[in-house]
């Protein structure tokens, strides 16, 4: 069984305050139809309001929402929930505890043999074929979101809404959970958008990651782009961890306290005061002080001391100070074989290329604190 397709979703322009709060301030978002697209942001950014109000469950204030060539909300039209065939998979799920897992699942199904016999296929395609005559209460989180979601496809969606339905799933639970209803989503052909402030179910999950901010889409980007090329310094610290360091373009590459390193994004005008984006994993890490600085123009070894070790088991987080000029700490990491301890002393270098964006005038909107390491 496939979902119903008929277009991808359109948001233009949508705003929606309660009371004298606002809470989205001119949202637009483009999903094509097929896609997974993850909305990324803070608790209290308007995730949810937005997922209500393509549901049918709230009505904008302003702005319109369109599946494909179909107007589901404007000034003058809001069509009603129950009309748009959007499914919601809530976070707990919500089904109907007095019913059996194949009465939830065929729940808004016409009786008959095709109910049955959708209903059996729905079961198999989630991998709960043999649980049908159980109730909710005797399945695991897990096996309750399987559930949820196939009810939500029994009726051929549009649209599917999931509103961080893995936030109740303990750690171990909730990675097997979203990756089995991925590979679901992608082979009922659905296409599906997510609410999430997890970082990691974001990146993972979705063709397009769109965050949140202000009440506004930020950036929109496959996840390798917006972790790679954010659009600002802020939404940088916001999707991962990050170094952020003051350079000086040089053309094709920005000179900064590690030497010359590559840009990711071309040419910027020579002589340009930047803000670098360098990721922890982009930071090495050699255990003494021994190298030394190489040639203008080369990348260079900057002596710093070991602050503290969060180890992962699989790696590590570790924060160093440099020696000279940077008044915080950087962030690197390594493999979890890598043995340092608090207080030993490293030499750090970087691996670009690096993504930069242009230094604004001094108190004029400066962003957040940015690393200062000498630049021969």
Request: charged letters at 20%.
């Amino acid at each position: 069984m496939s979902a119903g397709g008929s277009g991808g979703l359109t948001v233009a322009d949508l705003h929606k305050a309660f009371g004298t709060h606002p809470v989205l301030r001119g949202v637009d978002l483009s999903v094509p139809e097929g896609a997974f697209v993850a909305v990324l942001g803070a608790s209290g950014s308007g995730k949810t309001t937005l997922l209500r109000i393509l549901a049918g469950f709230e009505r904008p204030d302003r702005g319109a929402v369109r599946v494909g060539d179909e107007i589901l909300d404007d000034a003058d039209r809001h069509l009603p929930a129950e009309r748009r065939r959007i499914g919601y998979v809530s976070q707990e799920g919500s089904l109907f505890p007095h019913l059996t897992v194949a009465a939830n699942v065929g729940f808004g199904l016409r009786r008959g043999r095709s109910r049955e016999r959708v209903v059996g296929h729905l079961l198999e395609l989630v991998g709960l074929s043999a649980l049908g005559r159980r109730y909710p209460h005797q399945l695991s989180g897990g096996q309750q979101q399987r559930v949820a979601l196939a009810r939500v496809l029994a009726v051929q969606p549009r649209i599917v809404l999931l509103d961080e339905p893995f936030a109740s799933l303990d750690a171990g639970l909730r990675a097997a959970v979203r990756g089995d209803i991925h590979d679901l989503l992608r082979r009922a052909g659905a296409t599906a958008v997510l609410v999430t402030h997890d970082q990691d179910e974001a990146l993972t999950l979705a063709d397009l990651v769109a965050v949140i901010r202000d009440g506004r889409i930020a950036q929109v980007a496959p996840p390798r782009d917006l972790y790679e090329a954010p659009v600002d310094p802020d939404l940088a610290q916001f999707v991962g961890e990050a170094n952020l360091i003051e350079g000086i373009s040089h053309g094709s590459t920005v000179e900064t306290g590690f030497g010359q390193l590559p840009l990711r994004d071309g040419r910027i005008s020579a002589g340009q005061g930047l803000t670098v984006l360098v990721r922890p994993e982009q930071l090495r890490v050699v255990a003494g002080s021994g190298s030394g600085p190489g040639e203008r123009g080369e990348r260079r070894g900057v002596a710093a001391r070991v602050v503290e070790v969060d180890f992962h088991g699989h790696d590590a987080v570790v924060r160093v100070v440099v020696d000279a000029g940077a008044a915080s700490p950087l962030i690197a990491r390594v493999a979890g074989e890598v043995s340092l301890a608090a207080g030993a002393p490293v030499t750090l270098t970087v691996d670009g290329p690096v993504h930069c964006w242009p230094r604004p005038p001094a108190g004029i909107g400066d962003g957040p604190p940015v690393a200062v390491l000498a630049v021969d």
